[in-house]
């Protein structure tokens, strides 16, 4: 089977998935397994960073192995890992020196700055200290290209496509999270490669939909339709966080599935939808953003786009997780909750929705709220 790559960025064409591997970690077994399924399946690229424990030294050991055995793509592996924003450019030379070293490689394909989430970090890279570390791995031949992961705001993520600094960008994209689609338009545009970030789990516990979801996206797994809307709007590649064989099941069936949304598709998307909407009623939250800003600076259309999952679409885990990471996460997420809501009114005229936004940060405050877990990593 030929299999088609797409453009990501001026390099090498990569997979239309990624192996994200950051659920990949409890051992070398472990990491040999999904590296091996992720060639079998037809990928090619790697997504990893220092930040994701043993992972660059699991994986540089899994490629040697499968090297042995002929297992590698034709183009070889493409890998792109990623660097901290804020460091010293002494430490991150010795950084990106130590990834060669762990990863068993010279060269990078890609580096990414890991979380360019406020303005500092685009500064950072752009200007300061990370903008010389940038320019010196790739005139010392240690890197290709350069891009960035963000979390941040919408603003922040523009500004810095359009700085022309960087040649690929890995986003949020999601078939429920459509927010930062027409920021990867733009990326695509400017001739950037666009990455989703894990549309499985970060996309909403889409490896483990509810019945709920299940039903409205019947007969297609919630997970294939995600996977395929994002295909269909052309995103470059898709990750793949996979911790066991089954992970790869469905990007398996779809590696090739280049061809637009068939009707079944389109059909299905738009009754997940008009099911959402009418189930949310008159509390559905458009998230236009004319609530803000609120002088508490809670995050009113953050925290009301978690309600529209939960009651909309049955994510109770996934809302409940990305609820509770509120003020625990740093710059990777928001700092404030809907329990600092003081009921002063001054979004209330601004709603174009009349929505009752009080009421409802206080119903997504109990609906969410409790013990925070872990993060997989940082």
Known sequence: MRLTRRAFGSKKMVSLFTLGTMRAIKSIDQMYMV?????????????TAPSYGPAEVLIGNAIKKLDKKGLCPKEKWIITSKILPGITYREGKKQIKEMLRTLGTDKIDN??????????????????????LLNWSQKEGFVNQIGFSSHGSKLLIQHAIETKKF????????????????????????????????PADKGGHLHSPSKQLISDCWPIEPLELAYRF???????????????????????KLINSFSPLTDLEQNCIKRLF??????????FCGECRKCLPCPEEVPIPEILKLRNL????????????????????GHWWEEINAESCNNCGDCLPRCPNNLNIPELLADTHVKLLEKPKRRLWG
């Open 111 to 132: 580096l990414a700055i890991h979380g360019l989430n406020i303005s500092d970090h685009l500064t950072w890279a752009t200007e300061g200290e990370g903008a010389k």
């Open 274 to 283: 008009s099911q959402s909407y009418f189930r949310l009623g008159k509390t």
């Open 310 to 329: 939960y009651v909309g679409h049955g994510l109770k885990s996934f809302a409940q997780e990305r609820y509770n990471l509120i003020g625990r996460a």
């Open 230 to 252: 994002l295909i269909a709007q052309e995103i470059t590649t898709l990750t793949v966080g996979a911790s066991n064989s089954e992970d790869f099941n469905i990007p398996k």
């Open 35 to 47: 590296v091996k399924e992720a060639y079998l399946t037809g990928i090619n690229h790697i997504e």
């Open 167 to 198: 040649d690929f960008c890995s986003l949020h994209v999601h078939l429920l999270n459509q927010t930062n689609l027409p920021l990867a338009k733009l990326a695509l545009k400017n001739g950037m490669g666009v990455m989703a970030i894990s």
